[in-house]
């Protein structure tokens, strides 16, 4: 199932007046919150980790600020907002139990506008304008919070200090350019932080990083690609001490995308592509600046994760269609990396290294997809799905709202990949409406 529709976004109301994407798919069926007043969700019984959010088609990996009650998307940046509970289509992949897909606006080629908002947590600003009139638009969209400053203007040096900082801001930006009837350039990003410090001696920040150049090309009046290079990171730091103790703990990806539609006839419409990942792990590295010797770290990690997909959405009858294809995803991890075996996960038995560029323990999963729809009528429908999914990727974390100090690590000899099933059968049946 997939919604596209964010103006309920402008409609709903949620914490501070904030709207938030987040908030607002939990109204939704089968979607509910980690904890109460979380951003954070989870999907038919599946995990906050197995959920696969991206903008503009770079992963983001922590999607909250202020430990969960809000989410990085600035709804003012945002254009359209599709999730995927079920019947999935091949062209996603890599998690357990749903798909979040955000796209940022494109901005204006007509003319200038800008727009903003004041808010009782954070204020925001969007400018849009052409830079070519008709070919060339830029957007701009920035937010942050300033409760560390009202702080400061209504309570006594006693009790908020002027060293102390507790804060996030989130900038989106994207560039489209229109090179001709047949190529479109497009350049996004996104940036966002959280601050809490308390002077030099204790403090935490963890924030995301995205970047998108996608290149679309028209080949004729059937066939249509899609290639974009995409990075995303996300990092968290926690410093506390004299001593300046440091943790650091993150990951890091670089993908390369491609992405066709053949437009075969006016009831079938085929995609095609395949995805490369690089990924980079760093479980946690605890170091002093005071004592440059001294550094406690888990080892680092790579992997490469491979996908491969076709898929076809057909138009049968004027009241059926189906959308079905399959992916076929890989994993590895790659050296140099030491991998151990335990007895009984308490004591090491055996080691093996892998030098650079080898790769190690690859897994492969072949994932078919599948969804009917059959509309009776105007109002009434009934939807059939499977779905295969595969996550190589497993989210290590203490609570169940999540936080940033959550850990992301790869799929192993002692970590196993996980593969789920999705079976989704719905009817829906609007009910008349009645007069009053």
């Not at 430990?67 to 992949?93: E, L």
């Not at 968290?236 to 066709?260: N, P, V, W």
């Not at 940033?404 to 079976?423: E, I, Q, R, S």
Request: charged share 20%.
């Amino acid at each position: 199932m997939c919604i596209r529709d964010s103006n309920k976004i402008e409609a709903l109301p949620v914490l501070f007046g904030e709207k938030d994407i987040l908030k607002t798919i939990q109204l939704l069926p089968g979607i509910s919150n980690t904890s109460e007043g979380s951003a954070g969700f989870n999907v038919r019984g599946g995990s906050m980790g197995q959920n696969l959010i991206l903008l503009d088609e770079a992963p983001v990996y922590s999607a909250s600020h202020l430990a969960g009650f809000f989410s990085v998307f600035n709804s003012d940046a945002i254009k359209d907002v599709t999730i995927y509970k079920g019947g999935v289509p091949a062209s996603y992949g890599g998690r357990a139990s749903s798909v979040l897909d955000i796209k940022m606006n494109n901005g204006n080629n007509k003319s200038f506008s800008m727009s903003g908002g004041i808010g009782l947590v954070a204020s925001r600003l969007t400018v849009e304008a052409p830079l070519i009139k008709d070919k060339m638009s830029f957007i701009v969209s920035a937010r942050r919070t300033y409760a560390d400053l009202i702080a400061r203007a209504v309570f006594p040096e006693n009790i908020i200090r002027d060293d102390m900082k507790f804060y996030f801001y989130d900038f989106n930006a994207k560039l489209n350019y229109i090179i001709n009837q047949n190529n479109r350039i497009f350049l996004s990003g996104f940036f966002g932080e959280d601050v809490f410090a308390l002077g030099s001696d204790i403090g935490t920040n963890w924030g995301n990083a995205t970047g998108t150049l996608r290149w679309n090309h028209i080949f004729s009046d059937r066939i249509f690609t899609q290639t974009s290079l995409v990075y995303s990171r996300y990092n968290y730091g926690f410093i506390f001490g004299q001593t300046s103790m440091r943790l650091r703990t993150g990951i890091e990806d670089i993908i390369f995308k491609e992405d066709a539609t053949w437009y075969i006839n006016p009831l079938n419409t085929m995609k095609f592509g395949l995805k490369s990942t690089w990924h980079y792990f760093r479980p946690g590295e605890l170091t002093a600046a005071e004592e440059p010797d001294f550094e406690i770290s888990a080892s680092e990690k790579r992997a490469v994760e491979g996908a491969l997909y076709l898929q076809n959405e057909q138009k049968i009858t004027d009241r059926l269609n189906a959308n079905y294809g399959v992916r076929l995803s890989m994993f590895s991890q790659a050296g140099p990396v030491w991998f151990y075996e335990y007895d009984n996960g308490k004591e090491p038995l055996d080691s093996t290294f892998y030098g650079k560029g080898k790769l190690a323990f690859p897994y492969y999963s072949v994932e078919p997809r599948m969804a009917i729809n059959f509309m009776p009528n105007g109002k009434n429908s009934l939807k059939l799905s499977y779905s295969r999914m595969s996550q190589y990727l497993h989210l290590l974390s203490n609570t169940t709202a999540g936080s940033p100090a959550d850990v992301w690590l790869p799929t192993g000899n002692n970590l196993k990949p996980v593969y789920v099933d999705h079976f989704l059968s719905l009817i829906h049946i609007s009910e008349p409406t009645r007069p009053y």
